[in-house]
């Protein structure tokens, strides 16, 4: 356990349907990045959080997701209408400046 | 090309054997991950690098930043050190990691 926890663990949707995930950083990390990991390959950089700012935002990162960190903390990432080609692992990963990444244990999404 | 490549891809080796994992980056960085993936697992930060050479336990890390080179050495390996090892680095003007495809190391007891 890194400190870092992510909701679901996992998530079954059908296509076309919204899903929102959470993650609670450590406590003192500003920083916070999201990841997309399909089978066999890296995490994909998606976007990155320092404070509520959203900073850096990749173009994987279609109209379809958005992702927010209200006040600095928590973070939730959602996607609306989903695709199988959404089927993946979403990482959460936290820091704190000049400090190594923590990861979260991932949510794995099964789009149907 | 990619920006950061490691070799070797896949790796099998005996329990007890000495592990060298290589990464190569062409870019300019901030900073050097090695993580570790579990099959089904999460990623597990095992050293941040900028200079040098770290150890912790029967894990040394050292990077060359002249060569842009760096390597994840394992001693006296144990099957339960399989895991895919992934190199990433952190490029010095932007926030992101840049992933290497990682290596896929089983040990066999």
Redesign the interface.
Known sequence: D?GVSQDPRHKITKRGQNVTFRCDPISEHN?L?WYRQTLG?????LT?FQNEAQ??K?RLLSDRFSAERPKGSFSTLEIQRTEQGDSAMY?C?SRTEG????????TRLLVL | KNEVEQSPQNLTAQEGEFITINCSYSVGISAL?W?QQHPG?????L??LSSGKKKHGRLIATINIQEKHSSLHITASHPRDSAVY?C?VMGDS????I????TKLIIKP
């Open positions: 890194t920083r990045y390959q890296g995490p994909e950089f990155y900073l850096e990749s990482l990963a400090g190594t990444q923590y990861f979260g244990p991932g | 991950h993580l697992g999460g990623i597990v930060s050293f941040m992934i990433a932007n926030y992101q990691l992933w290497g495809a990682g």
